[in-house]
């Protein structure tokens, strides 16, 4: 990391990546680079050689600063990490831009606070909406900030609609998953009089304003009276806006966290969400670590894009004979894990029958694999891990092209604890 906290203008790197606010500026070698040979942030302490950096843009696409990555050496910077770059900086002018729009929201719900005595009625009537006051009584309203409905030939406050259309507001901020933003727009649609109903079911008096944003059926809002249907028709497409916005960024963020816990090449999951996973496991649950057979061999007289081939075609056949639940890992090089919740070993052989078959069949190149498996009973998952690779390690001693079951616990019924599965 770097000590200061705040830079000269005229030395600091971001100065000139905020230039370009819609792309990631990258320098793969400060010292080759004229704008940068002779900063001091390169000549002197932290010696930074290799940059990364992209614009953080409020609302109105303004850039108001950087998120910036900095290393000791010269590096080239790979599309994935670019990639996730960006999404980083558009996750970070989100969370400004949230809090920036609490604020206002605040402001907003304290300048409709409405304080009226119990005896105060608000009645709405066909066309009209009025504010009734009993004799004697009084009625004070606190900065009321004046948001009106048009009825007939006469505009009428709704201070009730405008706090609620608020709330909906702040609810979306806070929302945590789509299908909470749309229970948002659902319950302000009832809280305005109205209801929703399946488009399918519609008989005409629907509105033509879709509340579902494309998780499950379409869904339309209904008016059932003159009010409600003055107030959904004036208030719900401004929610409606932010509630795009609200799913635009959870799936933003839902993208962001498939993408830093899976393998790129695999789709598997990667070693981080791997250690999260081994957290989880339970008596009964399985792991299967797998190991391609000479797989440096067939990176030096392939090349490369056939050792990727093979691991795609590996991590295929390995989800095309699991069981719902079933999680699947690369831990990296040529090694690969399969998590069998809840299998035990009669499951766990399973398993590892169906895996054999399908390799046998839908392998792109004659290669074999080595596995070892363990069940967890009593231990931890990463003490099952370590018997798993304990268990590989005597399959690759054994010859290779073969499966071997720890043989701590009981094996299953009708196998013997190192059992081969190769088709030698």
Request: net charge negative; glycine share 8%; aromatic share 6%.
């Amino acid at each position: 990391g770097i000590e200061k906290t705040s830079t000269r203008r005229d030395v600091a790197f971001s100065s000139v990546a905020i230039a370009t606010p819609d792309e990631v500026f990258v320098v793969n070698d400060t010292a080759l680079d004229d704008r940068f040979a002779d900063n001091p942030f390169v000549t002197g302490a932290p010696f930074a050689r290799s940059y990364a950096a992209m614009p953080i843009c409020s609302r109105e696409g303004l850039p108001f600063g950087t998120l910036n990555v900095v290393d000791i050496k010269p590096r080239a910077f790979t599309e994935q990490q670019i990639r996730f770059l960006k999404v980083l900086a558009l996750q970070a002018a989100a969370l400004f831009d949230l809090r920036r729009r609490a604020g206002e929201l605040d402001d907003l719900i304290a300048e409709q606070a409405i304080e009226l005595p119990v005896d105060t009625q608000v009645s709405a009537a066909l066309g009209e909406l009025s504010v009734q006051l009993s004799a004697g009584t009084t009625a004070t309203m606190t900065r009321v900030r004046r948001r009106s409905l048009a009825t007939a030939d006469q505009t009428v406050i709704d201070p009730e609609a405008s706090i609620l259309r608020l709330a909906a507001a702040r609810s979306l901020l806070r929302a945590e998953a789509v299908e909470e933003a749309v229970g948002v727009v659902i319950g302000l649609v009832r809280d305005l009089g109205g209801s929703t109903v399946p488009a399918r079911l519609d008989d005409g008096r629907a509105l033509p304003i879709d509340c579902s944003f494309g998780h499950g059926e379409p869904l339309l809002a209904r008016a059932d009276s003159v009010l409600a249907r003055l107030r959904i028709e004036r208030l719900l497409p401004e929610v409606l806006d932010d509630a795009r916005e609200a799913i635009g960024r959870l799936r933003q963020r839902d993208d962001f966290a498939e993408l830093s816990n899976t393998d790129p090449l695999t789709g598997l999951l990667n070693r981080r969400a791997v250690d999260r996973l081994l957290t989880r496991l339970r008596p009964d649950d399985a792991l299967v670590i797998i190991d391609i057979d000479n797989f440096k061999g067939i990176n030096d007289r392939w090349g490369h894009a056939a050792g990727d081939e093979l691991l795609i075609a590996f991590a295929r056949a390995m989800r095309s004979r699991s069981r719902p639940g079933d999680q699947f890992g690369r831990l990296g090089g040529d090694e690969l894990l399969a998590v069998l919740f809840g299998a035990g070993h009669n499951g766990l052989d399973s398993f590892l029958k169906r895996l054999h078959e399908t390799w046998l069949t839908d392998r792109p190149r004659e290669v074999t694999y080595s596995a070892g498996a363990a069940v967890v009973a009593r231990r931890t998952g990463p003490e099952t891990m370590t018997a798993a690779g304990t268990a590989l390690y005597s399959a690759k001693t054994m010859g290779r092209d073969q499966v071997a079951l720890e043989a701590t616990l009981d094996p299953p019924v009708g196998s013997s604890p190192e059992e081969n599965y190769s088709d030698r």
